[in-house]
């Protein structure tokens, strides 16, 4: 396993992290205590030390499951998590994908630290990012110097925000780069959907300032490479939310990826992983990990030869033509328009324009 430093801190960071949702949540499968202890204890055998959480996943149970897995070892390991989301006072509300509501009260933010301190078992938390930032929590100053202040009083190493729950949200990341200087940006990114992804890990680049962690990074599974046009999921697994032209899709652009990783002693899993940790800003990847055998292989990802620069613009290419796929493109949520300038996606089709030309996504990434 290879580590990272966020810049300006001495926070260390595995290039392969462990998201705790999949073992919380509830919607890749339900692990009790001792399975997903068990779990994370292999994961910290095969080299990873970053961990992350957030006090929504199972309405805290993921902090509790990181205490259970590493109160004895707690210096051995980092922590990052997210806070924002009130279900304190909501903790029946979520239903399938839908958000409960946050609260960006300063008070509440101290709250929630504070209970996720006790939940741990610890006296610190390495990273703290406000959970799936939206357009009015930006230029919200109440939240970002609450954290500062937690920073402050050494409850807190460093602060940052998330964004999600889907993909988008583009000018809330260019914004908590840019104006809030965050030391941690959560985001989606796949060498799938690498739309707004890989313009706010340039935009992180530029800045210097800001880590990346990188969540979907396999799309859901797709780059796993185990579907098949039969697969069926579970009535509550959450890809069952997306469309079945996604999965018939997602098929075939993995036929035009299969020269990325036959031939060369790496899973499609694995490469994808080494697509994203191209990027010296990207701290860690995130794979949602449910089983033993998952883990290794994503955990082994990290020792592999890095992809080539012959090999990351051939991607480049396949990725402005949708590897080659007509779909209907997918919605993305935020602040995806500013000033009236629309934003489209780093592809456009080349027989009819797709909405959205590549020039338009350039000016937003601009300085």
Do not use: C
Request: proline fraction near 5%; hydrophobic fraction near 35%.
């Amino acid at each position: 396993m290879k580590y990272r430093t966020y810049p300006g801190t001495d926070i260390r960071a595995s290039e392969v992290g462990f998201g705790l949702w999949t073992l919380a949540a509830g919607w890749w499968g339900d692990f009790t205590d001792e399975q997903a202890v068990a779990l994370l204890h292999r994961a910290y055998d095969l080299g990873i030390t970053l961990y992350d959480s957030g006090d929504t996943y199972g309405n805290g149970r993921a902090d509790e499951i990181l205490r259970q897995a590493f109160g004895d070892r707690r210096d051995r390991i980092t922590i990052t998590t997210k806070v924002g989301y009130d279900f304190y006072n909501h903790p029946d509300a979520r239903r399938g994908q839908q958000e409960i509501p946050h609260n960006p009260d300063p008070a509440f933010i101290r709250m929630a630290v504070e209970r996720s301190l006790q939940r741990m078992g610890t006296d610190v938390i390495d990273v703290v990012s406000f959970h799936n930032t939206k357009e009015e929590h930006v230029p919200d100053d109440a939240i970002w110097e609450t954290l500062q202040r937690l920073q402050d009083e050494g409850k807190i190493r460093a602060w940052g925000g998330a964004l999600g729950p889907s993909n988008g949200y583009l000018f809330e990341g260019l914004d908590l780069i840019r104006n809030r200087g965050v030391r941690n940006l959560q985001l989606i990114n796949n060498v799938l959907e690498p739309f707004p992804g890989q313009i706010l890990t340039e935009a992180a680049e530029r800045g210097g300032q800001t880590g990346i962690q990188v969540r979907v990074t396999h799309s859901s599974g797709m780059l796993e490479g185990r579907y098949t046009p039969e697969t069926e999921f579970a009535k509550n697994d959450h890809r069952r939310h997306r469309p079945r032209s996604w999965l018939t899709n997602g098929l075939k652009k993995l036929e035009a990826l299969e020269w990325l990783h036959e031939g060369r002693g790496m899973t499609i899993g694995q490469a994808a992983l080494k697509w994203l940790l191209a990027s010296p800003v990207v701290m860690t990847t995130l794979p949602n990990i449910y089983n033993v055998e998952q883990l290794e292989e994503f955990a082994a990802a990290s020792d592999l030869p890095d992809l080539t620069a012959d090999d990351l613009s051939r991607i480049a290419e396949l990725q402005k033509s949708n590897f080659g796929v007509h779909e209907d493109h997918m919605r993305y949520k935020g602040t995806m328009v500013r000033d009236g300038e629309p934003l489209g996606p780093v592809y456009r089709y080349a027989d009819d324009g797709f909405p959205g030309a590549p020039e338009a996504v350039e000016s937003a990434a601009a300085d």
